[in-house]
């Protein structure tokens, strides 16, 4: 199963896609969503549009998704405090095997 999501530069919409290729290069596509209103009272048991057997189908999806730009928004904080310690380390060793360096010219 492939779950894939592009940008249509001329509509400006994301499109998602699920397909599986099939043993003769055909696929198998699922075909556009039926949304189905509900009273306010009513609430109905939602359940799975589909369901996929290993989480590996969604590396395709997950991609896209950054190569597009975006970011896991709960742990958003918890990147950049990463980042910063890189860049933080990354001084360090810098200062570290510049001020080796002068030592080694003195």
């Given at each position: ?26 696929y198998v596509t699922a075909e556009p969503l039926i949304l189905t209103k ?46 910063g310690s890189m860049r933080d380390h990354l001084n360090d060793m810098r ?12």
């Amino acid at each position: 199963m492939n779950i894939r999501l592009t940008l249509d530069p001329y509509e400006m919409n994301y499109a998602l896609r699920i397909f599986e290729r099939g043993a003769k290069g055909c696929y198998v596509t699922a075909e556009p969503l039926i949304l189905t209103k509900h009273d306010r009272g009513d609430t109905p048991l939602v359940e799975p549009v589909t369901t996929f057997m290993r989480k590996e189908e969604f590396q395709d999806l997950m991609d896209d998704l950054w190569s597009m730009g975006l970011r896991p928004s709960a742990r958003s904080d918890e990147y950049k405090a990463q980042l910063g310690s890189m860049r933080d380390h990354l001084n360090d060793m810098r200062t570290i095997v510049f001020k080796k360096r002068e030592d080694l010219k003195g």
